[in-house]
């Protein structure tokens, strides 16, 4: 079983809509990341969150996480084709030797 | 710059045969890792580093060994593959050391590996 869990799978929608990711987990992080990937390559590091509560901003792309650091989510605002890839996070755990544990992604297709 | 470089980018090996995955970093990080990926899985860490000569297991270390002789090599080796390995290999790099919250992991292009 993943330590953490993203939802949806899969989310196809249409440009210019809003979409949240969810990604949960019964354990606490230290800090969590949101990676993006392209077909064929390896995911590139959105945003860091280190604080419980915390949000960030990025752009069109708002990010939180949660109070007890167990689970975070991803917000797009009026999503365009540009955003379309596969959306990961990735949760630190300093208990585990600094290991990264990635949730079971999220694949976007924004729909022109 | 290269950032994290992988070698090869494909290959395709028979169940039984033997082979190693490079991993090159130019960034001068401390820790390095590698994952692999399959379809509704993510990213799940086979082993990682966290300095020249140290190796640890992650959460799939079963079937696979790792080396990390010099800063900025680290090696996946498979010693008989099964058809089970059939993956996306990824090797990751950090800056690590002491406790750094915001550190970013810097991914390499990915070896996609089939065994027959």
């Known amino acids: 079983t993943q330590l953490l869990e993203q939802s949806p799978q899969f989310l196809s929608i249409q440009e210019g809509e809003n979409l949240t990711v969810y990604c949960n987990s019964s354990?606490?992080?230290?800090?969590l990341q949101w990676y993006r990937q392209e077909p064929g390559e390896g995911p590139v590091l959105l945003v860091t969150?280190?604080?419980?509560?915390e949000v960030k901003k990025l752009k069109r792309l708002t990010f939180q996480f949660g109070d007890a650091r167990k689970d975070s989510s991803l917000h797009i605002t009026a999503a365009q084709p540009g955003d379309t890839g596969l959306y990961l996070c990735?949760?630190?755990?300093?208990?585990?030797?600094?290991?990264?544990?990635f949730g079971t992604g999220t694949s976007l297709t924004v729909i022109p | 710059n290269a950032g994290v470089t992988q070698t090869p980018k494909f290959r395709v090996l028979k169940t039984g045969q033997s082979m190693t995955l490079l991993c090159a970093q130019d960034?001068?990080?401390?820790?390095m890792y590698w994952y692999r990926q399959d379809p509704g899985m993510g990213l799940r860490l086979i082993h990682y580093?966290?300095?020249?000569?140290?190796?640890a297991k992650g959460e799939v270390p079963d079937g696979y060994n790792v080396s990390r002789l010099k800063k900025q090599n680290f090696l996946l080796g498979l010693e008989s593959a099964a058809p089970s390995q059939t993956s996306v290999y990824f090797c990751?790099?950090?800056?690590?050391?002491?406790?750094?919250?915001?550190?970013?992991?810097?991914f390499g292009p990915g070896t996609r590996l089939t065994v027959l």
């Open positions: 990751a790099s950090r800056r690590g050391g002491a406790r750094r919250l915001v550190d970013e992991q810097f």
């Open positions: 960034m001068n990080h401390e820790y």
């Open positions: 354990s606490v992080f230290s800090s």
């Open positions: 580093s966290v300095g020249e000569g140290t190796t």
């Open positions: 969150v280190v604080t419980g509560g």
């Open positions: 990735a949760g630190e755990r300093w208990d585990t030797g600094n290991q990264f544990y």
